[in-house]
């Protein structure tokens, strides 16, 4: 699996855009990046993936660069809901062999009133 | 659907006791996710099932640790003996179409080891 790189922590007021990046450089072709994130004491959520072209859905924003080693979730109007450590994870969708979900250790968003 | 239920929210036991932790996952889901999480050592998959049966198991600690997965609805985490370094949150995850796929993830269990 290709590596992500995630500051470990970030701030963001409230009513503002969250930016999270993401560094992935040895992502493969057929790698997709998956963003999750874990409220406190929840279990993670599933929220956007993508393979190269940018996504949205109504959780959030995820833009990925042209050479796909690098990548963006953005959250585009963050509550005090938004607080929680979100994980940047790549993975390729073949379920050929033992293939797993592997997450590090993501980056801690607290949103500021 | 009521996503992925786990049971107990909250396990306290002691030293060599036997703990049983429950999943249901969500209806039509063919594969299940056992995961453990501590401030160490962050989420860890222990183990997954495909239609019931268990695909890959090398995250399961030990011998003291075992899943089973008897029908499409329910599997159980038991460990036996119980250990202090076992406290942890376990959760419980499902998805349709594999590993890769999306999963859903329970409220989890956290289980303390006295």
């Not at chain 1, 993936?49 to 959250?75: P, V």
């Amino acid at each position: 699996d290709a590596k992500t790189t995630q500051p470990t922590s970030m701030d963001c007021a409230e009513g503002r855009a969250a930016n999270l990046p993401c560094n992935h450089s040895t992502i493969s072709g057929n790698e997709y990046v998956y963003w999750y994130r874990q409220i406190h004491s929840q279990g993670p959520q599933y929220i956007i993936h993508g393979l190269k072209n940018n996504e949205t859905n109504e959780m959030a924003s995820l833009i990925i660069t042209e050479d796909r080693k690098s990548s963006t979730l953005i959250l585009p109007h963050a509550t005090l809901r938004d607080t929680a450590v979100y994980y940047c994870i790549v993975r390729s969708r073949s379920n050929f062999g033992n293939e797993k979900l592997t997450f590090g250790t993501g980056t801690r968003l607290t949103i500021i009133p | 659907d009521a996503g992925v239920i786990q049971s107990p929210r909250h396990e306290v036991t002691e030293m060599g006791q036997e703990v049983t932790l429950r999943c249901k996952p969500i209806s039509g889901h063919d594969y299940l996710f056992w995961y453990r999480q501590t401030m160490m050592r962050g989420l860890e998959l222990l183990i997954y099932f495909n239609n019931n049966v268990p695909i890959d198991d090398s995250g399961m600690p030990e011998d003291r640790f075992s899943a089973k997965m008897p029908n499409a609805s329910f599997s159980t985490l038991k460990i036996q003996p119980s250990e202090p370094r076992d406290s942890a949150v376990y959760f419980c995850a499902s998805s349709l179409e594999g590993p890769t796929d999306t999963q859903y993830f329970g409220p989890g269990t956290r289980l303390t080891v006295l």
